[in-house]
């Protein structure tokens, strides 16, 4: 039987940074401790820390993110013309096809769940998943 996985264990963090030619301001630097993968690859869930900065961002169709604030302040402005601003203690859902740009205000740290569909579950749907880039 699957354990239940939780957030305390001690997990290495994995450092990285948006694509330069994404970055629009700041200095984006990255840690995310990945603390559960499921066994098709297709959900991940952890904790994200952000430094300020912003970068444009594309999810993939099919790829939905859960996210809840525990420090800092973000905005994310799609395409579209909308935009949110986000603090600490609020939850929210970037939808898969979500683009636009991520503003971190401050150091940002959350809890995130990603569900990504594999391709051949999304070709089924007529599309195709992308690059993630957030």
Known sequence: MPAIVTFDAEVDPEAFTPDPA???????RQL????HTDASGQFCAG???GEPGAWRVRYAIGEEEFC???????????DDGRSVRLHAGDAFVVPGGFEGI????????KHYAIMTLR????????????????
Do not use: C, K, M, Y
């Open 22 to 28: 994404r970055v629009l301001r700041g200095d984006p």
């Open 32 to 35: 995310s401790w990945n603390h």
């Open 47 to 49: 904790v994200w820390q």
């Open 68 to 78: 809840v604030l525990l420090e800092g302040e973000v905005t994310l402005s799609g």
């Open 102 to 109: 991520w503003e971190n205000h401050t150091r940002v740290l």
């Open 119 to 134: 391709a051949s579950d999304d070709a089924t749907r007529g599309t195709q998943p992308r690059e993630i880039s957030a």
